[in-house]
């Protein structure tokens, strides 16, 4: 059983349209990340967020950290074919250690 | 800097035999961690190091694993004997001084064993 819970698994969308992206837990978390991955490469991080309710833009991208920090979501406004990859969440239990979510591979279609 | 570098990129070998993966960290970074990459169950911790100590190796799935930090250069992780189900992509990231902060990844060690 994975500690968070990402939704969903899949999604093909076509070029320009939003989706959003969820990552679920029964746990709290003292900070929460969003990673991406391309084939064949490590995660790099796009954000972090750490206090309950907080918002984070980068660019298109939208992070929203719950209130009680146990989920967060991420939010694409008009998706590029660029956007394409795996997205992960991992959140810190304590202080150091990560643990990342299932992923949402995501294909953005020109 | 280079970055995390993990060697080596591709190993492919047979069950039963021995496999050493390396990484080499950034420099001064105190962190070091060990993951491994599956469809079925995503990325998973397997253990880390703070100043090339093991903090936690709760992650290593059984006594086959096992992974050592000699110095703050370098680390490795090996398994013996290796069987089909450690298929998996192996990932090596570290964190700076301080920690809780960006996890810079390697490009992963691409392990099939068969």
């Known amino acids: 059983t994975q500690l968070l819970e990402q939704s969903p698994q899949f999604l093909s969308i076509q070029e320009g349209e939003n989706l959003t992206v969820y990552c679920n837990s029964s746990?709290?978390?003292?900070?929460l990340q969003w990673y991406r991955q391309e084939p064949g490469e490590g995660p790099v991080l796009l954000v972090t967020?750490?206090?309950?309710?907080e918002v984070k833009k980068l660019k298109r991208l939208t992070f929203q950290f719950g209130d009680a920090r146990k989920d967060s979501s991420l939010h694409i406004t008009a998706a590029q074919p660029g956007d394409t990859g795996l997205y992960l969440c991992?959140?810190?239990?304590?202080?150091?250690?990560?643990?990342f979510g299932s992923g949402t591979k995501l294909n953005v279609k020109p | 800097d280079a970055g995390v570098i993990q060697s080596p990129r591709h190993e492919v070998t047979e069950m039963g035999q021995e496999v050493t993966l390396r990484c080499k960290p950034i420099?001064?970074?105190?962190?070091l961690f060990w993951y491994r990459q599956t469809m079925m169950r995503g990325l998973e911790l397997l253990i880390y190091?703070?100043?090339?100590?093991?903090?936690?190796d709760s992650g290593m799935p059984e006594d086959r694993f096992s992974a050592k930090m000699p110095n703050a250069s370098f680390s490795t992780l090996k398994i013996q004997p290796s069987e089909p189900r450690d298929s998996a992509v192996y990932f090596c990231?570290?964190?700076?001084?301080?920690?809780?902060?960006?996890?810079?990844f390697g490009q992963g060690t691409r392990l099939t064993v068969v």
């Open positions: 991992a959140g810190a239990l304590n202080f150091n250690k990560f643990y």
């Open positions: 746990s709290v978390f003292s900070s």
């Open positions: 967020v750490v206090t309950g309710g």
């Open positions: 420099s001064g970074h105190d962190y």
């Open positions: 190091f703070n100043n090339n100590v093991p903090i936690d």
């Open positions: 990231a570290s964190i700076p001084k301080g920690g809780s902060a960006e996890a810079f």
